[in-house]
């Protein structure tokens, strides 16, 4: 079975920089529209950005100007720049992307990449 695959995530100080990555399991499928998202334990999971097959970017409030999403099609994977870091991006991280095979399409979350941040 196709899974998403997040990685990137990990420790750093706040001020500083991480770059996150999602792509299928398989090459046998493609990613259209995908999705960032983030979860504090205890609380619920929270839209960060969003980039279109096409390519248009969108991004919640607090990330404006410091994280990028951006995808490389020839490499079928999304990635997501974090820069300037804050205590509060830590969380998991997960994306969220709509896969399409040959025989069917569905929408699948990856295992989640841990963030932490220290100050």
């Known amino acids: 079975q196709v899974q998403l695959v997040e990685s990137g995530g990990g420790l750093v100080q706040a001020g500083g920089s991480l770059r996150l990555s999602c792509a299928p399991s398989?090459?046998?499928?493609?990613?259209?529209?995908v999705g960032w998202y983030r979860q504090v334990p205890g609380n619920q999971r929270e839209w960060v950005a969003t980039i279109t097959t096409g390519g248009t970017t969108n991004y919640e409030d607090s990330v404006k100007g410091r994280f990028t999403i951006s995808r490389d099609n020839a490499k079928n994977t999304v990635y997501l720049q974090m820069n300037s870091l804050k205590r509060e991006d830590a969380a998991v991280y997960y994306c969220?992307?709509?896969?399409?095979?040959?025989?069917?399409?569905?929408?699948?979350w990856g295992q989640g990449t841990q963030v932490t941040v220290s100050s």
């Open positions: 969220n992307a709509d896969l399409v095979a040959t025989w069917g399409r569905w929408s699948s």
């Open positions: 398989g090459s046998t499928v493609s990613i259209n529209n």
